[in-house]
């Protein structure tokens, strides 16, 4: 039953061979087993869970479900969800039991889906390994001595381990991409502006953008279908029809032009992961595809570039944590200022601390225009690049990250090693273009991510080109081993 | 760019952060670091670049000046470390 598909699992509800309670009560039990080892899970909520679920099952008698009616998921915790606790991974938030839902949790409770409960995370989405969690790091569930990658590590893992059919996660410089890759997941983080924000606890707002975590692009495709739309309630969100991102799925790729960035197959990219991307691109050309070698010459300024605006966003974004109106407050506070000060110090952990003074900084007299116009306009360049060569291809492809997941520790000391590990993921968000990773083989038993970028608005040809290859691949129902 | 202790205790200050002492040569050392990362871009010409704000350059969407929300304050208050007859409590601020 844990290696059923989304699809699977809506015909088999369909047909009344299982119920929503009950599959809803398999994958809790399964959590209640297995969820300790990769730490995947801040909350899980039991009886919500079976709530939902029973409702589920009387839309389904009724004979008025959809596709998605009955099936569980688990959302990443920087989601609000009504009466339940919201953390985003920090002590900031502990305490703080959300009193709406985002758009994104009510759109996929209005569709019947079931939430089993909510994903660790880095704190407030910061960090690539999930280690920066107040709840503690989340384990590879490929290797516990491993990192499942960030920010939504808890969801990649989750799926990963089998403890959820499909979640949700969020990628504002990677972080939907990279913890699919490490975790042999398909992850699709979609065009700014497609899925709303509402809801989803701010990071960098002019790069946060929300998407599907799943098992299979199929899968993706039918959870984006769900999630898309525009939402009134975010100041950003794109009033653009949504297409039937299923109905494509089986186009054929003869002809298709892959554009092949020669920065993301350079010396930093590790040769074992290398090797399987090649392979996975072979593997493209026999399904008629043509690869074209291309340039964004810019991409090496990403990072840094990323590294002012995030920051500076994150900066502003994060001052309304003042231990005043909800969230952490410091004992005996001496006056407003020590209030202040001693709340966001103690309630923040580093890397948030670390974030929020880069920010500070670069938005500070006399540095703005050194800093944070020339990254915004190096953002410019970065977005010229993608520009340009979607003028000759129909889709770009690499790798996701440049090696497979680090072990536990190994980048907590230097932030900056840490940040490298995106290398391959941040230009998509500066531009605000549509990327997925898909699992494409493995190194010495760890899994390799695929990375796939579209133009803007092409989700619908990511997913056909991804479920295409899953489609002549097993990769992407390759298991970890139970410990 | 190199910070001192003094910049990253302004930094702190600014950003209303307590930081403990014996943190602060971590955090010397960690914001140096990015700092010296962030500063490759100081070697590209982008004298003619416009800056780009949003990814969807997109203008911001009005609407109709209507309430749209109902008031929710006691159920918001619910969440605040201290309140009093609906106001947020803090540190006395006036003498």
Redesign the interface.
């Known amino acids: 039953m844990f290696e059923k598909t989304l699809s699977e699992l809506s015909q088999a509800l369909h047909a009344k061979k299982i119920s929503s309670v009950e599959l809803t009560q398999a994958y809790l039990d399964r959590i209640e087993r297995l969820g300790e080892q990769s730490n995947s899970f801040i909350t899980v909520t039991v009886e919500q869970a079976l709530v939902q679920a029973r409702a589920a099952d009387q839309r389904i008698a009724a004979g008025e479900a959809g596709p998605l009616t009955g099936i569980p998921l688990a959302h990443k915790d920087i989601f609000c969800t009504d009466g339940v606790r919201t953390s985003c991974a920090s002590r900031m938030l502990d305490n ?2 959300a ?1 709406y839902d985002a758009t994104v949790v009510e759109r996929l409770a209005a569709a019947g889906m079931v939430m089993l409960g909510k994903t660790n995370m880095d704190e407030f989405a910061m960090g690539s390994s999930n280690e920066t969690s107040y709840y503690g790091p989340v384990r590879n569930p490929w290797d516990p001595e491993r990192v499942p990658g960030g920010s939504s590590g808890g969801s990649a893992a989750a799926v990963a381990a089998r403890l959820t059919p499909a979640a949700t996660g969020t990628d504002t410089g990677g972080s939907i991409r990279q913890p699919a890759a490490l975790c042999g997941i398909t992850g699709l983080k979609p ?3 497609r899925v709303s924000r509402y809801g989803m606890i701010a990071f960098a707002s ?2 946060d953008q929300a998407g599907p975590m799943t098992r299979s692009a199929e899968d993706a495709a039918l959870l984006l279908q769900a999630m898309a739309g525009f939402d ?1 309630r975010d ?2 969100s ?1 009033d653009r029809p949504v297409p039937d991102y299923r109905a494509s799925l089986e186009h054929s790729l003869a002809g298709l032009k892959i554009g092949l960035p020669r920065e993301y197959f350079d010396q930093g990219l590790d040769a074992a992961t290398a090797a399987v991307i090649e392979a996975a691109l072979d593997q493209y050309r026999r399904l008629g595809a043509e690869t074209v070698d291309i340039s964004l010459p ?1 991409s ?2 990403s ?3 990323y ?2 605006i995030a920051p500076s966003e994150c ?1 502003s974004n994060l ?1 309304r944590y ?6 952490y ?1 410091c004992e005996a ?10 709340s ?3 309630g ?1 952990g ?1 890397e948030v ?2 974030r ?3 920010g ?3 938005l ?1 007299a006399g540095y703005y225009d ?2 944070y ?9 970065i ?1 010229a690049d993608f520009r340009r060569a979607f003028e000759q291809v129909d889709v770009i492809m690499g790798p996701a990250t440049p090696s497979t997941a680090f072990r536990l520790g190994e980048k907590t000391d ?3 090693s840490m ?1 490298l590990s995106d290398i391959y993921t941040i230009a998509v ?5 549509p990327g997925m990773s898909i699992p494409a083989g493995f190194v010495d038993g760890l899994p390799v991510g695929l990375q796939l970028i579209g133009g ?1 608005f092409q989700e619908a040809r990511l997913l056909n080109v991804a479920h295409q290859y899953q489609q002549v691949t097993d990769w992407h129902r390759r298991a970890p081993g139970e410990a | 760019m190199s910070l001192e202790k003094d ?2 205790e302004k ?10 002492d014996a ?1 602060v040569p ?2 010397v050392e ?2 140096s ?10 070697g ?1 010409d ?1 004298d003619d ?8 350059e ?1 203008s ?2 009005l ?1 109709e000046d209507e309430v749209t929300e109902v008031d ?1 304050r006691e ?2 208050q619910r ?4 309140v009093e007859n609906g106001l ?1 409590l ?4 006036i003498e």
């Open positions: 703080f039991i009193p065009t700014y502006g002019s790069l009134p100041s950003t794109i810019n090496g300024l990072v840094p570039a590294y002012v900066s001052s003042d231990g005043v109106r909800f969230g407050r506070p001496r006056d407003l200022e020590d209030l202040y000060k001693r966001r110090g103690e923040f580093a601390k670390r929020i003074m880069v500070t900084y670069a500070s050194a800093y116009i020339k990254a915004q306009k190096i953002r410019q360049l977005s230097d932030p900056v940040y968000n500066l531009a605000g273009l803007y | 910049d990253v930094i702190a200050h600014l950003a209303r952060l307590s930081i403990d943190d971590g955090y960690n914001l670091n990015i700092l010296r990362l962030v500063e490759q871009m100081a590209v982008t670049v416009v800056p780009m704000a949003h990814p969807i997109a911001q969407r609407r929710q159920r918001f969440l605040a470390p201290a947020y803090v540190p006395k601020v």
